[in-house]
Nanobody, 121 residues
Framework: QVQLVESGGGLVQPGGSLRLSCAASGNIFSINAMGWYRQAPGKERELVATITSGGLTNYGDSVKGRFTIFRDNAKNTVYLQMNSAKPEDTAVYYC???????????????WGKGTLVTVSS
């Protein structure tokens, strides 16, 4: 099976920085796109950022210019660098990845359990 494990969540002050990590493990032939989504209390889950295996990125409007997504393909890990954090960024952040388990597998999406980020003074 495939597992995604997030880490790095916690408490950060407004204007501060935090880096989230997500490591994929298990039966992995290749990982295509990876991304981060978040869900605040009472809100729908929303896109934060995605990145393809080739490094193309896409960001949600609310985080453009503040967050950066990057990945280390050798480590099957994706990161989210959060700068200039705002209270509105408070949410559970979920890692997502499209994983092929073999050369003949079309692949499917996997989700991590999430890590809580709280932005507060």
């Amino acid at each position: 099976q495939v597992q995604l494990v997030e880490s790095g969540g916690g408490l950060v002050q407004p204007g501060g920085s935090l880096r989230l990590s997500c490591a994929a493990s298990g039966n992995i032939f290749s990982i295509n796109a990876m991304g981060w989504y978040r869900q605040a209390p009472g809100k729908e889950r929303e896109l934060v950022a995605t990145i393809t295996s080739g490094g193309l990125t896409n960001y949600g409007d609310s985080v453009k210019g503040r967050f950066t997504i990057f990945r280390d393909n050798a480590k099957n890990t994706v990161y989210l660098q959060m700068n200039s954090a705002k209270p509105e960024d408070t949410a559970v952040y979920y890692c997502n990845a499209h994983v092929q388990r073999s050369r003949y597998d079309g692949g499917m999406y996997y989700w991590g359990k999430g890590t809580l980020v709280t932005v507060s003074s």
